[in-house]
């Protein structure tokens, strides 16, 4: 869910039918034309990380200047900005990530391994190779994949670790009066939380069993490794966004001011 715990607007769900739809053809020997698509579908999700990246940043400041009328706020911003730290960690990782992947398949494609853009994947000549990636995230024999540095082994650990520190935390939270939830809201945010966690399909395939690693990156090609990375992404800002949200409204005195009602 991209909504952050609400409705999905309608362009928000042809997103997930589009990332859906081309996620299944990649079963099938999809030629450039149709990864293009798939490029689309990037895109939008790069824009949607945009708007999410600054709406967590306007919140955040609503929040922190709802410390001075509302002393009882401030240790739960303090919080809030403990998970924000926690997110970004991750989210830096993927990025640094991905770039070590474009620069892996496409050496002359990036420069000193920068955050590849869509503009650089869009130009690029090898966005259908599906062994390099693969063998990057040290997929390369799925019966004993790597463990090292930047693989999906590692992004894996990173995201279920992060999972497991932010449960901690409101966990730990809500043993304390003074950072105390909401039942509905404790559970809600939990259950926002294993959105990021990583699990097995535990599928068969010729004989080897699927994991989370190998459903989003075995043998998928360059565009679709992309694509999947900057939906984790995105699924991070949607779940700080979760934080902020329900953080704030704990704390009982984050006013948002409406200009306009409608029916």
Same mark, same amino acid.
């Given at each position: 869910n991209m909504a952050g715990g609400g409705k999905e607007t309608p362009r928000q769900k042809m997103i997930g039918m589009m990332y859906l739809v081309l996620t299944a053809l990649l079963a099938m020997?999809?030629?450039?034309?149709?990864?293009?698509?798939?490029?689309?579908?990037?895109?939008?999700?790069?824009k949607s990380k945009q708007n999410l990246t600054e709406n967590n940043t306007r919140v955040t400041k609503a929040f922190e200047a709802s410390i001075g009328g509302n002393a009882a706020a401030k240790p739960y911003y303090e919080k809030a900005l403990e998970a924000q730290k926690l997110i970004s960690e991750v989210d830096k990782y993927i990025s640094e990530l991905r770039a070590k992947i474009v620069a892996?398949?496409?050496?002359?494609?990036?420069?000193? #391994? !920068?955050? &590849?853009? /869509?503009?650089?994947?869009? $130009? %690029?000549?090898?966005?259908?190779?599906? =062994?390099?990636?693969?063998? @990057?995230?040290?997929?390369?024999?799925?019966?004993?994949? #790597? !463990?090292? &540095?930047? /693989?999906?082994?590692?992004? $894996? %650990?990173?995201?279920?670790?992060?999972? =497991?520190?932010?449960?901690? @935390?409101?966990?730990?939270?809500?043993?304390?009066?003074?950072t105390k939830f909401l039942d509905d809201d404790f559970q809600s945010i939990k259950k926002k939380f294993a959105s990021i966690k990583p699990t097995d399909s535990n599928r068969d395939e010729d004989g080897v069993k699927y994991n989370w690693d190998m459903d989003n990156f075995y043998h998928f090609r360059l565009a679709a490794v992309y694509t999947n990375l900057n939906k984790f992404q995105t699924d991070l800002k949607n779940v700080e966004a979760e934080v902020l949200q329900v953080f704030s409204g704990a704390s009982g005195k984050l006013a948002i001011k409406f200009d306009a009602i409608k029916a």
């Open positions: 020997n999809v030629s450039k034309q149709i990864l293009q698509g798939y490029l689309s579908v990037n895109e939008s999700l790069v892996h398949t496409e050496p002359t494609a990036l420069e000193n #391994e !920068k955050i &590849a853009d /869509t503009l650089n994947l869009r $130009r %690029m000549d090898k966005i259908d190779d599906y =062994d390099m990636p693969s063998h @990057m995230l040290g997929l390369g024999e799925p019966k004993n994949p #790597e !463990k090292g &540095a930047f /693989t999906a082994y590692e992004l $894996r %650990m990173k995201m279920s670790g992060l999972h =497991d520190k932010l449960v901690a @935390m409101v966990e730990s939270m809500q043993k304390d009066p003074k």
